[in-house]
């Protein structure tokens, strides 16, 4: 060991896969990157893919503490913006900057490796958690968060002392990932800025923009996260087109959710569910004795969401006579129930959806065209999910946690063959389809990890899913077998008698059918 504990290491303004010499990370490193990457785009902040990233360093690098460290909007002071593994104490600690391993990495923008942390005198161990006996098992890893080229935080990794570690790949390792947390950092900082404009790395501005019902990072629901943030804190009608399926709710929700009417009722009524003759009556109410069996009054939607949002699904589907009451309520911002005599004002946000061609429906006689230039006053378009496709593993794993939870299941995770298969499906029913097979999955397994074979039908017919090939039997077989043992030495993390185990045969098959099948275990480890 060098006599000095620290170790300082110049890459920071590099690009973080590029480390000295050229050599890309290697295999196993890039494997958990690319998991890590799901996890962080998965979330809007920090705090909320923290959790998932400690599980992935502590099978990668024996990880058992980690800390995202921010700066102030003094640029000054770093205050702790995520921890795991710290006391509640820990997490209100404040570093100023030159302070300790975390405010040298933030000033000098350098990561910084301490081999043993009970041997460095500027370890400081402000945020607790850490024992004393523990301290001299322990390696620290740290490495600046870089925002427009300023180091606006640190990111630090505990990991378990291992005197044959590689300190140079680690290092690049916590690097990359550090960077990797940069745009989840910079779009967290944008949604709790009130005007979604940028602010200077380090400020913390209290109010933010809530995102954590939807699912998904994609370039394509990135700009419907950037429209929902412009109109959500006006009283804008907004129109939200798409194929059936894409989450037209869930964004109309979000819109409410994050308006200046967020306390108020939020009233959804699908279009297509009621028939003209109830509609009018659905939708404005009506009064005691308006027609027969009317023996009450009863208040109607836009009653019962007054001062806050109508979200009207399917508004395509209404008839031409319920159209004009309902430009009238656009128009006057007033109604009168059925069999009224007095007039209600009607302050309510109206959020309008459709899966249909308005612009064919009105030259085809069946919209009304002043209706609809006063619904589409500002359009939000939601992508199919054959345009999302790398949020297709992040809502396949919503989906698979949410209903292992219902179902009372220990379902851990999605086999790669079943990755794959979800990937290249084409999605005509978009994320409903995708919800239905994730839970039809969940009820046909019986372990702990979904194959590929409890996917619905569908998705494994070639000439449905667009993917037409032919196989053998015996090719079919052996993709089959494949399939099964490296997603057994994933597990096991390339350990053949452990997968040997695990598939309930000998370790002199699994040995035999990784030559045959030319699986390289190594990759897996």
Not at 257 to 278: G, I
Request: neutral net charge; aromatic residues 6%; hydrophobic residues 35%.
């Amino acid at each position: 060991m060098p006599k000095t504990d620290t170790a300082h290491f110049t890459r920071s303004r590099r690009s973080a896969t590029n480390p000295p010499g050229g050599e890309p990370p290697e295999q196993k490193d890039m494997e958990q990157l690319l998991e890590a990457g799901r996890i962080l785009a998965g979330s809007a902040n920090i705090r909320g893919s923290l959790p998932g990233l400690m599980e992935v360093l502590g099978r990668h690098l024996r990880a058992v503490r980690a800390i995202v460290a921010l700066l102030e909007e003094d640029s000054k002071t770093l205050y702790i913006e995520a921890g795991e593994g710290l006391t509640s104490e820990g997490m209100r600690a404040r570093y100023h900057l030159g302070e300790g391993v975390i405010g040298k990495v933030v000033q000098s923008g350098r990561p910084i490796v301490i081999p043993q942390i009970s041997r460095e005198p500027i370890f400081l161990n402000r945020a607790g958690g850490r024992k004393d006996e523990d301290r001299q098992q322990l390696t620290f890893f740290s490495a600046p968060i870089f925002l427009e080229n300023r180091v606006v935080g640190a990111l630090g990794i505990d990991v378990v002392l291992e005197i044959d570690r590689d300190y140079g790949a680690t290092s690049v390792f916590v690097e990359t990932l550090a960077q990797m947390m940069a745009p989840v950092i910079q779009m967290d900082r944008q949604q709790r800025s009130p005007s979604g404009g940028k602010k200077t790395p380090g400020v913390r501005v209290n109010r933010a923009l809530d995102f954590s019902q939807i699912v998904g990072n994609s370039s394509a629901i990135r700009q419907v996260y950037d429209k929902v943030g412009k109109v959500s804190r006006t009283t804008t009608t907004v129109l939200l087109r798409g194929e059936s399926g894409t989450g037209k709710e869930l964004i109309a929700r979000s819109i409410h959710d994050n308006s200046l009417r967020a306390d108020k009722p939020f009233v959804k009524v699908s279009c297509a569910a009621l028939p003209d003759t109830l509609f009018e009556s659905e939708l404005f109410g009506y009064r005691r004795g308006a027609f027969t069996g009317a023996d009450r009054n009863k208040s109607g939607r836009f009653e019962l969401a007054e001062g806050g949002t109508l979200f009207l699904d399917e508004i395509g589907e209404i008839g031409l006579g319920t159209q004009v009451k309902l430009l009238r309520v656009l128009q006057e911002k007033e109604f009168e129930p059925l069999g009224a005599t007095e007039t209600i004002r009607a302050d309510v946000r109206l959020i309008a959806a459709t899966n249909k061609d308005l612009e064919a429906a009105i030259a085809d006689g069946t919209f009304r065209a002043d209706l609809y230039y006063r619904l589409n006053v500002f359009n939000i378009y939601l992508p199919p999910l054959s345009d999302r496709k790398s949020d297709i593993l992040l809502l396949a794993d919503h989906f698979l946690q949410n209903y292992s939870n219902q179902h009372g299941l220990t379902i851990k995770r999605i086999s790669t063959p079943a990755i794959d298969m979800l990937s290249s499906y084409h999605w005509p029913g978009n994320i409903r389809e995708l919800e239905n097979a994730i839970q039809r999955a969940v009820i046909e397994c019986d372990g702990e990890v979904i194959h590929s074979y409890h996917l619905p039908a569908t998705l494994q017919t070639a000439e449905e899913s667009g993917t037409l090939m032919s196989l053998s039997l015996r090719e079919a077989t052996q993709n089959y077998e494949q399939a099964l043992i490296q997603d057994a030495l994933k597990t096991t993390r390339g350990n053949r008698a452990k997968a040997a185990r695990l598939l309930r045969t000998s370790e002199r098959i699994i040995g035999y059918k990784v030559k045959q099948l030319g699986i390289d275990c190594q990759r897996f480890r």
